[in-house]
Structures are given as C-alpha cells and as structure tokens.
C-alpha cells in the first residue's frame, strides 16, 4: 500500500466519524493549550523580574565588601585583569547643611573618583562631571529639597528652591548629631552639573557628588573640630561603597570568583540572576508538569477513539491481512491517526495559547492596576505571559508523544486480530 493510499484510509475512518473524532482533538488541544499557557506564565514573571534587575543596576557591576579595603587595596582591584573600572564612593557620615541663597538643605555629600565615574558613564541630565575640589554635580531632587525657611506658600510651607542650579555657588556645612552648632568651617561649592534622574519615580536623589580632591579639605575640617571630642575617630568621618565594574558581561562571573578565592567578600548581578534562573527553572519545571498531566488525561480520549476505531473497522482490518498487508503496515496506520489527532491538537492548541498570551498580557495588567488604584503598576512593565520557541518545542513533543503512545495499545491490537473471525464479522 502506498503512502496516499494509507493517507486515504486515515482519511475516511476520520470523516465517518467526524463529531467523536473532533471532540478527542479538542480535548487534546485544551491539554496541550493549558500545558502552554500555564508554563509561559513562569517565563513572564521571570523576564519582568529580570528585567526589573538589570533595568536598576548596571550588569557588569560587583559589590565589593568596603571593610576589608582600604586606598591600596582600591588601587590594586583597578589593575586586575578584565576589571574597567574600580569606583569607590565615600560617603560623609555626619551632619550635613548646605545653604544655596538662603534656601537650606540637608543632602548628603559623596567623594569619588570622576575619572572612574567618567568610565562607567555617570549619567548627566544637564551640564558636566567636576574637574576640581570645588566643583560638584547635584541630585536631580537636589533643588527640591531646597527650603527657605524664612519664606512660606499659602499653605505654611517653607518655599522650595525653584531657580537655576548650573553655576551656582552654595556653602557646604558639616557637624555632629550630637550638637546642637554647625562646624564653623564651610565650603563653597559650585554646581556643574545635574545627575540624572533615578530610573525609578519614587526614588529621590538629593546627593551631592564630589570629586575627591576635596576629600583632604573635609578631613581637615572634621579633625580640627572632633580633636576635644570623646568617642569620635578620623574614621567616622566617610564610609565607602566599593564597585567594580568588569568590561563585559560575559567577564562578571570569573572577576567576581576570582575576588571570592582570594577571600574578598563580593556580590554581583550575576550572582542573583543565577540564583533567579535556579528558582524559576524549577518553578517552570513543575507548572510543565502539571499541563502534562492535562495531556495525559486528553490522552484516554485517544485511546478510547483508537479502540473504537479497530472495533469497528475489524472486517476492513481482516480484508487488508487477507490480501496479504502486514502487521506492520496496519499498525502504521492506527498510528498515523492518532499522531495525526496530536499533530492536528497541538497546532491548534499554539494558535489558541498565543491569543490567551496576548489577551492575559493586554488586559491582565489594567485589572490589577485597577484593583491596586493605581494607573502603570508604579511604573513597572509587568509582563505576565511569554511563550518562547522552546516552550512549544517542548509542549509538541509532548503532546505528540502522547498521543503516539496513546494510539500503540489500539494499534497493536489491530495487527493480532484473526482473519477467518474478522470476515465472518456482519457489516
């Protein structure tokens, strides 16, 4: 028998019996559909907290435990190989005043090397990076956190600073908590430049960032004024964030396990999205597991059909063995039915997934927007629902294979039928 002769005879058994054979591929398509779907929602959640990820830091970057550092130890992390840039932001840890034309703030100022910074693209939303002591880039909410407490709005509200920042001098004041007076000592500081904003709403940056040639001028201040004073060291003055920035992604993993052999306590993003691609490969594992066991419950239909279909077709089964087809020859052909049942299942069940994946990832985020009163999920892109290729790889490999299994059991009892009972069988 040749192929299209095996083809017609699939054919014809499916058209006799189109209601019972549709039903069994609607059920395998709603097995395959679900297994689908509820696996791309562990894919969806895990790109939106990627994302989410890599939208916050920069991906080459390592953290590196400041405590064991000192400006040796930063100058030789600089020299390591495949490492771009060592920046290490040392931030004061006292208080702080800043004085702008009479409009007074409390930002926190923060020393770093620009030259570093420059490598790694410290972001500007307007002006330029410092070049000397007295020169600084601002927060991007540094002028609003600028009050005038002499001058109020309606409401009793001090005034916030609302004129241009670039070129602008203001005085830069330090003093312990624990005193009710300022340090005496101030510096002028000039404004070059304005960071840009965080990639965040809520977040504010009220920083002021300096270059660290100004560093000598605070620790003469500090000291000068904390000699008399008990329980204070040079020491409390700054406290450092340490990151190393490697020249590409692909680098990060060996940088950062090259610094933890060495005994250097070290944490970078690589870290947390391998710890991230653990968690969900389980989770993407199970919920493929649970849509198996949709299919497999598809699958009795399968095999109800099959058997159904070798019952009723007993004497055209007998005809074909008497003129000599072999036992081989009809058990391809219940197989070719049943895989044909899968094939036709799983097409349709890819087509109705990526609708469901459309629609969940359209609508899905306005309901709970909505329930939470909130209008963009706080500015979070939330992507509820991806299905990649190796999902509906996956998904059709099972789908088929089940169906194949399901259809061997009918088939296989198809080739022992007897030849002499099947064309004794009444039409």
């Not at 890819?350 to 609508?363: C, D, E, M, P, Q």
């Amino acid at each position: 028998m040749q192929f299209k002769d095996q083809v017609d005879f699939v054919r014809q058994h499916i058209k006799k019996n189109k209601l019972r054979v549709f039903m069994t591929i609607l059920a395998a398509t709603m097995g395959t559909a679900f297994l689908i779907v509820l696996a791309s929602v562990g894919f969806g959640i895990q790109d939106t907290i990627r994302q989410e990820m890599l939208s916050n830091r920069l991906i080459t970057e390592i953290d590196v435990f400041s405590g064991e550092l000192d400006e040796a130890d930063v100058a030789n992390l600089k020299k390591r190989d495949h490492v771009k840039a060592v920046v290490n932001r040392q931030s004061v840890g006292i208080r702080q005043e800043t004085n702008l034309n009479g409009f007074v703030g409390e930002p926190n100022l923060i020393v770093s090397d620009f030259g570093e910074e420059a490598k790694v693209g410290f972001a500007l939303k307007e002006g330029r990076l410092p070049e000397n002591e007295h020169e600084v880039v601002v927060g991007s909410h540094f002028a609003a956190a600028l009050f005038d407490p002499k001058k109020m709005n309606t409401e009793g509200e001090p005034i916030a600073y609302s004129g241009n920042l670039i070129g602008e001098q203001f005085i830069y004041k330090m003093g312990l908590y624990e005193e009710d007076e300022l340090f005496v000592d101030e510096i002028p500081l000039t404004i070059v430049g304005i960071a840009k904003e965080p990639s965040k709403d809520w977040l504010q940056d009220v920083k002021i960032y300096a270059d660290a040639s100004v560093k000598p001028k605070l620790a003469e201040i500090f000291n000068s004024n904390v000699s008399d004073v008990e329980d204070v060291e040079t020491s409390d003055l700054f406290y450092s964030d340490v990151k190393m920035y490697a020249d590409q992604l692909e680098n990060v993993k060996s940088v950062s396990q090259a610094m933890k052999d060495e005994g250097y306590s070290v944490y970078s993003i690589a870290d947390e999205l391998e710890q991230m691609d653990v968690f969900f490969l389980a989770l993407k594992a199970g919920l493929i597991f649970v849509g198996t066991i949709a299919i497999l419950i598809a699958s009795i239909g399968i095999f109800n059909t099959m058997t159904m279909a070798v019952t009723e077709r007993t004497r055209e089964i007998g005809v074909m063995k008497a003129i000599g087809a072999s036992p081989k020859l009809i058990q391809r052909l219940f197989l070719m039915e049943s895989a044909w049942i899968g094939v036709l299942g799983t097409v349709i069940a890819i087509i109705i997934s990526y609708g469901v994946s459309y629609v969940a990832n359209f609508l899905l985020p306005i309901i709970v927007a909505s329930a939470l009163g909130e209008e963009d999920l706080g500015g979070m892109d939330v992507t509820f629902s991806i299905i990649p290729w190796q999902l509906i790889l996956i998904a059709s490999a099972i789908s088929i294979t089940v169906a194949m299994i399901s259809g061997w059991r009918p088939a296989r009892k198809a080739t022992k039928i007897d030849v002499i009972q099947a064309l004794r069988q009444e039409l």
